[in-house]
């Protein structure tokens, strides 16, 4: 499954958000038995739909979408030369689907700060040059050779335009994801053996004072600055109190600093969007759940993720939306209201189908 790496520089708060996302694992939860690895935090992604769905099915139990998220440590200036950590990170790095900046905006001067002060602004810029100095080494490397073969065989020469306008947008200190070449976009196609950093979805959580949660002013500031990258404000301490919690008491914390969710669950949507994927729900009387599938999945797609024979033996998909279905109150009712659609192989899956698959096997 796809993977965010978690960054940032140290005593920014990254442990802390990691025990607290740890705490949250649903894989603790839902499946006792499983192998939990330390460095992995398996987070549930919210979706209230998933309640709903199962009052009217009576559903037992609901299994929400997941997002893995790894914790990389060890970013350090000079990390792109290879020192210490410096290589292991950037490996993890490449593993990683998307890349999640913990970036320190608290105050607390009990706290030492690397550089000597609070700064978003600077510890983001620490990391990306470290990213894109990385990016820039692995790009000379190829560049002449690159060159040297485009002369005689004409078809890698758009490959050479691409590397060249990559290493150009590097060189301005821009991110190639910053300047739209994103992973699974097409100007990033003919970057892809490259298996450059930069190219992959960042995301910024921003931990904050308790304050600043509901700072307006303060919050548009930092979204200027990662822009188009989205931006996360929680408070790392907070995070792990609230998973301590039992819900209803959590919501009650959680008012006390004008927050109607926990940081994580906005963390495990943002992240689970980020990383392109979207869900289909299916419902019975055992479980409500969404299936994780990636954006512009077909039908037969969506099927194999419940089991490879689904996706082989493909015959339709009776889809409802969730809207359609909750309007109606149950399959049947929203059948005999026209709303149950037969859709087949080329269907392109959206958002909020309540899915029925048909098959052979
Ligand atoms: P890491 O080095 O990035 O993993 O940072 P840690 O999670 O170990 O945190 C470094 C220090 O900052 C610890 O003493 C934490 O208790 C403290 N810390 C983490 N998050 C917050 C926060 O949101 N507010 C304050 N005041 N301290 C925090």
């Known amino acids: 499954s796809l993977t965010i790496g978690i960054v940032g520089l140290p005593n920014v708060g990254k442990s802390t958000l990691f025990n607290a996302l740890t705490k949250n694992d649903v894989l603790a939860a839902n499946y006792p038995f499983a192998t939990i690895e330390p460095n992995i935090g398996v987070v549930g992604v919210p979706d209230a739909r998933l309640g709903r769905l199962a009052e009217v099915f009576g559903s037992q139990r609901i299994v929400p979408a997941t997002v893995d998220f790894v914790d990389i440590a060890g970013i350090v200036r000079g990390a792109s030369e290879g020192e210490g950590l410096g290589n292991k990170f950037l490996a993890n ?19 030492v700060h690397v550089d000597g002060k609070v700064s978003p602004k600077s510890d983001i810029e ?13 790009i000379e490397k190829v560049l002449p050779r690159l060159v040297k073969e485009a002369r005689i065989k ?7 335009a691409a590397v060249e306008e990559a290493k150009a947008i590097l060189e301005e200190g821009r991110t190639l994801y910053a300047a739209g070449i994103a992973h699974g976009t097409e100007r990033a196609e003919p970057l892809r053996e490259l298996h450059l950093l930069t190219v992959k979805p960042f995301l910024y959580v921003f931990n ?18 990662v822009a188009p990258a989205e931006a996360i404000f929680l408070n ?20 006390t600093v004008g927050q109607h969710e ?11 969007a980020t990383l392109g994927l979207q869900t289909y729900l299916t419902a019975g009387p055992k479980e409500a759940r969404a299936w994780t599938i990636k954006k512009g999945a077909t039908a037969p797609e969506a ?36 709303k149950a659609r037969m859709e087949g192989k080329d269907y392109v899956m959206r958002d909020g189908d309540v899915v029925e698959f048909r098959f052979n096997v």
């Open 154 to 160: 004409k078809d890698k020469q758009p490959m050479v």
């Open 93 to 111: 790095i490449r593993e990683s689907d998307a890349i999640c900046q913990v970036i320190r905006a608290f105050k607390d001067e009990n706290v």
């Open 208 to 225: 904050v004072d308790e304050d600043e949660l509901t700072d307006e002013a303060f919050k548009e500031e930092q979204r200027a600055l």
């Open 262 to 272: 926990p940081g994580l669950a906005t963390l495990a949507r943002v992240g689970f």
């Open 303 to 338: 099927a194999g993720v419940i089991h490879t024979d689904f996706r082989q033996g493909f015959i339709k998909a009776e889809v409802i939306s969730f809207d359609d279905l909750l309007a109606t109150g149950s399959v049947p009712e929203a059948r005999a209201q026209g």
């Open 126 to 138: 620490t990391i990306d040059t470290e990213l894109m100095l990385a990016d820039l080494q692995t």
């Open 236 to 255: 790392a301490k907070l995070e792990a109190d609230l998973a301590e919690l039992p819900e209803d008491e959590a919501l009650e914390l959680l008012e």
